[in-house]
């Protein structure tokens, strides 16, 4: 399996913009989880969903983020309009249940840079 | 809900020596430890996980120990080399917040 793939691998936009980060977890995981990784915070769960369905969102900043998971293969994460306090790297990560007392496969990370 | 503190931030170690990264946890229903290591550039990766059942765990040059009365658990990395460089994660779940929390990291330096 390729592992839990992230699109893109950098994104640098502007101030306002909209940004679009995008997950394809591993098949056959039925968790997906979004986390956000600063210097000053560290790694926070944003949100995750258990068999396409949100579970909690309380981790999401503020409602310029939402997160959709149209099937089981697909993730995206939207800001917008983007803030250069949004700078930061996303991950995407999945796990085969729906229990956090399992292993999380992460991707590779999206390092988004906001002007 | 659970506090995560690790200590220390970073950690530089010969190569050879042992390496050792500390964490303490708040709730006391916590029942999942795992480490996670990242290296430059890529996602946290699993490297070991105990869970509350078990005081000590081993996987070749990896070794966890958790003391649940003190509320701490430990990763050791015994003859340290350099692809052992990289940011550790500690990490607990359990109880009512049933999300996983993550430590500050420690950044490890093994130097020849």
């Known amino acids: 399996d390729a592992g839990v793939i992230q699109s893109p691998r950098h994104e640098v936009t502007e101030m306002g913009q909209e940004v679009t980060l995008r997950c394809k977890p591993i098949?056959?995981?039925?968790?997906l989880f979004w986390y956000r990784q600063t210097m000053m915070r560290g790694l926070e769960l944003l949100i995750y969903?258990?068999?396409?369905?949100?579970?909690?969102d309380s981790g999401m900043p503020e409602d310029r983020f939402s997160a959709k998971m149209p099937n089981a293969s697909f993730s995206t994460l939207k800001i917008q309009p983007s803030e250069p306090r949004d700078s930061a790297v996303y991950f995407c990560?999945?796990?085969?249940?729906?229990?956090?007392?399992?292993?999380?496969?992460f991707g590779s990370g999206t390092q988004l840079s906001v002007l | 809900g659970e506090n995560v503190e690790q200590h220390p931030s970073t950690l530089s170690v010969q190569e050879g020596d042992s390496a050792v990264i500390k964490c303490t946890y708040s709730?006391?229903?916590?029942?999942?430890f795992p480490w996670y290591k990242q290296e430059l550039g890529k996602g946290p990766q699993l490297i070991i996980d105990?869970?509350?059942?078990?005081g000590e765990k081993k996987d070749q040059r990896i070794a966890v120990t958790l003391n649940k009365t003190a509320k701490h658990f430990s990763l050791h990395i015994t003859e340290t080399q350099p692809e052992d460089s990289a940011v550790y994660f500690c990490a607990a779940i359990g109880g009512t917040a049933s999300k996983l929390t993550f430590g500050t990291g420690t950044r490890l330096q093994v130097t020849l």
């Open positions: 105990i869970r509350s059942n078990v």
């Open positions: 990560a999945s796990s085969r249940t729906e229990s956090f007392n399992e292993k999380l496969f």
């Open positions: 969903f258990n068999n396409n369905v949100p579970i909690d």
């Open positions: 098949s056959g995981h039925n968790s």
């Open positions: 709730d006391s229903a916590s029942n999942y």
